[in-house]
Each structure stands twice: as C-alpha cells, then as structure tokens.
C-alpha cells in the first residue's frame, strides 16, 4: 500500500492552539497513542470554529460530520509535553471542504504530525447532507 504524503501551504493554518501530552494520551509503546492524538485534533478544530464564533452545531440541527481522516505521522511524542496545533480550512466544495492540521513541539518546533479530515455539513434532525452554510462560506471560502 502507498505511504500517505501530506503537504499544505503555510498561508492556509490561521489559528494555533497548545495541549500537552496526558499521560492518559500515552499507548503501550510509552507515546502519544494514534486515538489520542484524533481526540486531540478534534479538540483543535472545536477550538478553531469557537475562536471564530461558531459552535458545532445549530439550532436548527445543522453541523458539521467528519467523512475521512488521513495523518502522516513525523516523530513520537510523550507526556508531558506541549504540543501546538495549528488549524486551517482548504479545498471547498459544495457541502464542505478539508480541516487541515500541523502539530509540533512547542518547544522545539519539532514536526509531530500533519492531518486533514473532509468534512460536510450535516443537518441531524433530517438525517442528511446540506450545503455549506453562506456564512461559514463568506468567512472561510
């Protein structure tokens, strides 16, 4: 199977966030576990929206569902360490678009992992697919 390869363009992240490493996060291996770390990247992009005004879903039942998820991981991390997270939003279409991702050491700046996750918005009272919402596509689009 090929490797995944993430790249994005540094202009795309707009918002940084730190976290540090819990020692619930760490696996067997004595690292950052892989579920962990998707806690963690969602945990960011909750952050982001919020920062931006915007709450996960609204009241008329619309939000935002996640489609798929790729990471390239770049190198260990362990507890305690402060990890920063910065966030962006690329590749829009009609219902959505990507989350992308950049973590590294707050420390050293040591890259730790790229991710990205699409994303469509989701009305969960009708239980289907809606239309990026005009707001969120005038300020981010």
């Known amino acids: 199977m090929a490797r995944i390869k993430l790249s994005f363009p540094d202009e ?3 918002f940084s966030t730190e976290m540090p490493v819990r020692i619930t996060d760490i696996n067997g291996a004595n690292h950052l ?11 960011a992009r909750a952050q982001f929206l919020v920062s931006h005004g915007i709450q996960e879903a609204d009241r008329d039942g ?10 390239m991981y770049q190198s260990e991390s362990f507890f305690p360490e402060l990890l920063t997270f910065e966030v ?5 279409n009609r219902y959505g678009g990507d989350f992308v991702f950049r973590v590294s050491k707050s420390a050293s700046g040591q890259p730790v992992a790229l991710a990205k996750y699409g994303f469509v918005f989701f009305n969960y ?7 990026i919402p005009e707001d969120f596509r005038a300020r981010f689009a």
Do not use: C, H
């Not at 619309?62 to 990471?71: E, F, K, N």
């Not at 962006?88 to 829009?92: A, H």
């Not at 009272?125 to 239309?131: A, D, E, H, T, Y």
């Open 88 to 92: 962006g939003l690329m590749d829009f």
């Open 12 to 14: 795309v992240f707009t």
């Open 125 to 131: 009272l009708r239980k289907q697919v809606v239309p």
């Open 62 to 71: 619309t939000g935002i569902i996640v489609t798929d998820l790729a990471t």
């Open 33 to 43: 576990g892989n579920d962990a770390l998707i806690s963690m990247l969602s945990e």
